[in-house]
């Protein structure tokens, strides 16, 4: 019913900068808060940024000042602007937003993940 399409990922070299995508789609009534996840290697998932509905933004502490989200509500889609890479950002990133469909209660949905190599 619901699907979260993420693109952007890429291999980049340290320093670089890279834009993560993700387009929400379905029987969408309204979406809540958007966020970007990451999981490296042998780590647990970890909530990089956040944005709310009203454009509220939340961030890890080791990616401020670096990343930047943003949403465009008008085309259900969530960014993640990333400068000042560093091989410690390297992980698969997730997408995850909280999605009221029509006829029902809100929600997570996740999309399917798109891989940041940061390396030289």
């Known amino acids: 019913q619901v699907q979260l399409v993420e693109s952007g990922g890429g291999l980049v070299q340290p320093g670089g900068s890279l834009r993560l995508s993700c387009t929400a789609s379905?029987?969408?009534?309204?979406?809540?808060?958007m966020g970007w996840y990451r999981q490296a290697p042998g780590k647990q998932r970890e909530l990089v940024a956040s944005?709310?509905?009203?454009?509220?933004?939340n961030y890890v502490d080791s990616v401020k000042g670096r990343f930047t989200i943003s949403r465009d509500n008008a085309k259900n889609t969530v960014y993640l602007q990333m400068n000042g890479l560093k091989p410690e950002d390297t992980a698969v990133y997730y997408c995850?937003?909280?999605?009221?469909?029509?006829?029902?209660?809100?929600?997570?949905?996740w999309g399917q993940g798109t891989q940041v190599t940061v390396s030289s």
């Open positions: 379905g029987s969408i009534f309204s979406i809540y808060t």
């Open positions: 995850n937003a909280l999605i009221n469909i029509i006829g029902s209660i809100p929600r997570g949905y």
């Open positions: 944005i709310t509905l009203g454009g509220t933004t």
